[in-house]
């Protein structure tokens, strides 16, 4: 049996979740709750999406041609659990509402980690998460991250992770935001607020994060620093992070220095959106000395949670085993790894 999804909130992430959703061969949409009258409303319903909006919005949607195929609260009873896609801080508002429904539910990482029984990476807590009602998707930043830690740990024994996160100041739609001409260290306080999300994931490991906005929208970039056990070299540093899923590297030969040139081979390669749910990882960035490593990786913002709200359903409901899971949703969704160019 196909396990019915409902995803509250269509905005940058809903949307993507929605198309990859349908992609499942074991998961069935049910629809999405959209609160603006807007065009991706519209798009929405021109996709074959069923239309949820709350009671008091029905009939604003139908004035705008909008065609609403039922209220929020029927969508919620409908589904086995919800997928809250909702603008940070609104999904721990709705908590509320999915407890009186006894309805399960997975939050993105705009939200507190007491959202949720557990935040999660699929690459890292997989298991973890298994038959937990409420499940939290940790943020971009911190999904990319994890997968590069994560596959690390499978072949080295890691005792200190830093990052600097150089971050876009918005997503492309974005026109209201900035910074315009400037780079904020955002925020004042350290550590950034990456590490001790990275950290309610792979805990205990002592990681320390910095974080610096700058007026691009397409990509973050991340500079790591691990200190591990033993002496790697940058074949062996290679070789573990590309057999990883969900990674895929970049090499010196494909003349590509910018994150510029990523998104254009993503849309060379007739990516949706020019997504990119991978981690784009620079083999020519890796320095291994002394039991230190160094690299940096690219991630995309608008797609990079995609696959982990696919696998936190399957763990929620215990479809499926992690490699099984992980495997599914990267072959539905045309997922690489290993070098790309």
Same mark, same amino acid.
């Given at each position: 049996?196909?396990?019915?999804?409902?995803?509250?909130?269509?905005?940058?992430?809903?949307?993507?979740?929605?198309?990859?959703?349908?992609?499942?061969?074991?998961?069935?949409?049910?629809?999405?709750?959209?609160?603006?009258?807007?065009?991706?409303?519209?798009?929405?319903?021109?996709?074959?999406?069923?239309?949820?909006?709350?009671?008091?919005?029905?009939?604003?949607?139908?004035?705008?041609?909008?065609?609403?195929?039922?209220?929020?609260?029927?969508?919620?009873?409908?589904?086995?659990? &919800?997928?809250?896609?909702?603008?940070?801080? %609104?999904?721990?508002?709705?908590?509320?509402?999915?407890?009186?429904?006894?309805?399960?539910?997975?939050?993105?990482?705009? !939200? !507190?980690?007491?959202?949720?029984?557990?935040?999660? =990476?699929?690459?890292?807590?997989?298991?973890?998460?298994?038959?937990?009602?409420?499940?939290?998707?940790?943020?971009?930043?911190?999904?990319?991250?994890?997968?590069? &830690?994560?596959?690390?740990?499978?072949?080295?024994?890691? #005792?200190?992770?830093?990052?600097?996160?150089?971050?876009?100041?918005?997503?492309? #739609?974005?026109?209201?935001?900035?910074?315009?001409? =400037?780079?904020?260290?955002?925020?004042? !306080?350290?550590? =950034?607020?990456?590490?001790?999300?990275?950290? /309610? %994931?792979?805990?205990?490991?002592?990681?320390? /994060?910095?974080?610096?906005?700058?007026?691009?929208?397409?990509?973050?970039?991340?500079?790591?620093?691990?200190?591990?056990?033993?002496?790697?070299?940058?074949?062996?540093?290679?070789?573990?992070?590309?057999?990883?899923?969900?990674?895929?590297?970049?090499?010196?030969?494909?003349?590509?220095?910018? /994150?510029?040139? &990523?998104?254009?081979?993503?849309?060379?390669?007739?990516?949706?959106?020019?997504?990119?749910?991978?981690?784009?990882?620079?083999?020519?960035?890796?320095?291994?000395?002394?039991?230190?490593?160094?690299?940096?990786?690219?991630?995309?913002?608008?797609?990079?949670? %995609?696959?982990?709200?696919?696998?936190?359903?399957?763990?929620?409901?215990?479809? #499926?085993? #992690?490699?099984?899971?992980?495997?599914?949703?990267?072959?539905?969704?045309?997922?690489?790894?290993?070098?790309?160019?």
């Amino acid at each position: 049996m196909k396990i019915k999804v409902g995803i509250n909130g269509y905005g940058t992430i809903g949307k993507r979740i929605a198309d990859a959703l349908i992609k499942q061969p074991d998961m069935e949409l049910v629809g999405v709750s959209k609160q603006s009258a807007n065009y991706e409303a519209l798009m929405a319903i021109k996709k074959g999406i069923k239309l949820f909006v709350d009671e008091n919005s029905v009939e604003k949607f139908r004035n705008a041609g909008i065609e609403v195929s039922g209220t929020r609260l029927e969508m919620i009873r409908e589904a086995q659990v &919800i997928i809250d896609a909702t603008p940070d801080g %609104v999904g721990a508002k709705n908590k509320a509402l999915y407890l009186s429904e006894n309805k399960p539910a997975i939050f993105q990482g705009g !939200e !507190e980690p007491e959202v949720a029984d557990v935040s999660f =990476s699929a690459l890292c807590n997989y298991d973890e998460a298994k038959g937990k009602n409420y499940i939290r998707v940790v943020s971009c930043n911190t999904t990319g991250m994890l997968r590069i &830690i994560c596959a690390l740990r499978k072949n080295f024994k890691i #005792k200190k992770v830093r990052v600097v996160l150089i971050r876009r100041a918005a997503d492309p #739609k974005e026109v209201k935001r900035g910074p315009i001409n =400037s780079i904020l260290l955002n925020p004042v !306080e350290l550590p =950034s607020h990456h590490a001790d999300d990275a950290k /309610t %994931v792979v805990k205990g490991l002592d990681i320390f /994060t910095m974080a610096y906005v700058v007026p691009t929208t397409l990509m973050h970039v991340h500079a790591m620093n691990l200190q591990v056990e033993g002496n790697p070299s940058k074949e062996d540093i290679i070789k573990t992070i590309e057999s990883s899923n969900r990674i895929i590297g970049i090499s010196k030969g494909s003349g590509i220095a910018s /994150t510029a040139e &990523i998104i254009e081979v993503a849309r060379d390669m007739g990516r949706p959106r020019y997504d990119l749910p991978e981690v784009i990882f620079f083999e020519d960035s890796v320095h291994s000395s002394n039991g230190e490593i160094f690299l940096s990786y690219a991630v995309h913002q608008e797609s990079i949670v %995609v696959p982990e709200n696919i696998d936190a359903v399957r763990a929620m409901f215990g479809m #499926k085993e #992690k490699e099984e899971s992980i495997g599914l949703t990267d072959s539905a969704l045309g997922l690489l790894r290993g070098r790309l160019v």
